[in-house]
């Protein structure tokens, strides 16, 4: 696998997103375990995870002790995986999502993940939506803070706009590394903070690359084309939709989320498939 850039660590150009692993419809644990596994077979050292990333009120941070269950599981090395979760986002157990960007509250959040993740220091932490209750300075002095205390190696946003990234960037000192925003053919308004974090050298991280959808056809209403160049290639559309993304600037990794062992398995091959000129062109997008 092709690698990538996030701060000062190297990872494959492909990661995975744990989240549909631990919401609503997730499967069993064997077959999510088996999942992380196939991804770290591929090639994948990074894994997207949050501490909203659950159902009940009474299983806050789901995610995070399944991944840290499978990486200690894993018959391989691991040592070289970055595991990168978030902070901010709440999950009250109806349903429903809500925020808390106090910076007592990231602080606690922090530390609760520390645990469940097993290590001393989390790889990637990150700001995970920004609320509006919380003046976004505060926030992010928080973010800093824990940067400064030893408890995270790096610090992300996500689900930021350029303004905050730039503001980000000043009070960390400029060791922001990472923004991870929505971004796939269907949702192409974050193009703005993707230029930005190019212009920056800061890692753009396209959360939901194939637009939150399971069928092919459906991707992003560009179904035909999609189709079209993952025919010429003898692909499946997802993985070209991938190689799209890889090939919009060298900053990005997307992380698709999967909950099946040959999905991941697909999703990394992305990273070694060349889209010529002509399928760029095809694709138009």
């Known amino acids: 696998m092709q690698s ?17 692993m631990s919401i609503e419809g997730r499967p069993d644990e064997e077959r999510s375990i088996r999942t ?3 991804a770290l077979d591929a090639g994948i050292t990074l894994i997207d995870t949050a501490d909203a990333y659950h159902i ?10 399944l991944i840290a269950r499978a990486l200690a599981t894993y018959g391989g090395d691991t040592s070289s995986v970055l595991v990168a979760t978030k902070g901010g986002h709440l999950r009250p157990g109806d349903g429903s999502w809500t925020l808390n960007g106090s910076p007592d ?24 939506r920004p609320d509006p209750q919380v003046d976004y300075a505060d926030a992010i002095g928080a ?32 060791r922001l590394v990472s923004v991870q925003n929505q971004f796939s053919p269907a949702f192409l308004s974050s ?19 194939l637009g939150g959808i399971s069928k092919a056809s ?46 991941i398995r ?8 060349k889209l010529t000129a002509d399928d760029l062109a095809e694709l138009g997008i």
Not at 56 to 65: K, L, Q
Not at 152 to 161: E, H, P, V, W, Y
Not at 191 to 209: K, M, N, T
């Open 56 to 65: 009940g009120a009474d299983e806050v941070g789901h995610n995070e002790s």
């Open 4 to 20: 990538r850039r996030i701060g000062d660590v190297t990872v494959g150009a492909i990661g995975l997103g744990g989240m549909p």
């Open 36 to 38: 992380i596994h196939a």
């Open 266 to 273: 697909d999703s990394a091959e992305a990273s070694e498939l």
């Open 143 to 174: 973010i800093r803070d824990l940067l400064d205390a030893g408890k995270i190696q790096m610090a992300g946003i996500s689900n930021a706009d350029p303004g905050q990234i730039r503001q980000a960037q000043e009070i960390l000192g400029g």
């Open 218 to 263: 459906e991707l992003g209403g560009h179904a035909d084309r999609f189709a079209a160049v993952a025919e010429r290639h003898g692909v499946s559309p997802q993985r070209v939709c991938l190689a799209w993304h890889l090939a919009k600037s060298p900053v990005v990794v997307p992380i698709p989320g999967a909950s099946r062992p040959e999905t």
């Open 191 to 209: 193009e703005p903070e993707l230029r930005l974090c190019d212009e920056l050298g800061i890692a753009f991280l396209p959360w939901s690359p």
């Open 105 to 128: 509250y990231l602080r606690q959040a922090c530390e609760a993940s520390l645990k469940r993740l097993g290590v001393e220091a989390i790889g990637l932490y990150q700001y995970h």
